[in-house]
């Protein structure tokens, strides 16, 4: 009979694995004179070299009918919600998970050529209101995406080099307000199953908007509900070392304290 092996829990300390910042891109282009890229909500850099961008976020529904993407855009890189068949970019709705899935599959297999002809990968971002909107359907999506056949459970991470498509972890818009009380269970769930899978982790604080108690906005990592000392060693323990933390780049200096590190 084999023996029962104890595992050290991570240790807690400064985050070492390599940080992007979230920059908005209109502010960005204001900065260098330029106009702002059609599209494009952030600008994704690495600290060490701001001016070689990984990727970018591109805003919008991608399930609206009218959504789309420069192929231009700096960086490898397109993040993107998965999207929703609601009137509203943030509108829940039971049609995203009866024909959202078949809505969000054809909108791949028509994006698959522009992708590879110009080396892109897109990176969905799941969100608690969209069509990927837990754990299951954002990894049930990934797996048919990466390993058509196979079953999500069994699988490794990501594979390396070059394809059309991928995964990000944002906590924080996974999360919505019945969910807070139980949030280090969630985030447990959540990192242990897409962690090992994710292209990025995207770290943005969420709180309950006092104006509709029945959502979650974004806030400065340390001004919400995110269990600071659970996610930093979930973290260090489900995801892989060489996988970047996005984080907001206004308060930049901040959300580094709140992950251990030095400002920029």
Known sequence: MRGIVSVPAPTIGA??????????????AALAGAPAPLACE??????????????????????????????ELPGGTVLAWSGTLGDSLFE???????????????????LVPQLVRHGKRLVLVPHA?????????????????????????????APAGPRPFGLALDLGAMLEPSMVADAEDHAQSLFASIGPRADLVILRDVRPDPADPGSLVP??????????????????RDV??????AVPGA???????????SGA
């Open 129 to 157: 209101r969209h069509v990927l909107s837990d754990a299951r359907s954002a990894l049930t999506w990934w797996c048919g995406r990466l390993f058509p056949g196979e079953r999500f459970e069994l699988l490794p991470p």
């Open 219 to 236: 806030c400065p990592l340390g001004d919400g509900v995110l269990p600071r000392g659970r996610v930093l060693e979930l973290l260090a």
């Open 92 to 110: 829940g709705t039971p049609a995203n998970w009866m024909r959202g899935p078949a809505a969000l599959d054809a909108l791949c297999d028509e």
């Open 15 to 28: 985050v070492t694995r390599p940080i992007v910042a979230l920059h908005d891109s209109r502010t960005l």
């Open 42 to 71: 952030l600008v994704a850099a690495p600290l060490g070299a701001p001016g070689a961008p990984i990727g970018t976020f591109v805003g919008g529904n991608p399930l609206a009918g009218d959504w789309a993407f420069d192929a």
């Open 240 to 245: 892989p070392e060489s996988v970047p933390i």
């Open 251 to 261: 308060g930049l200096d901040r959300a580094l304290a709140w992950l251990g590190r």
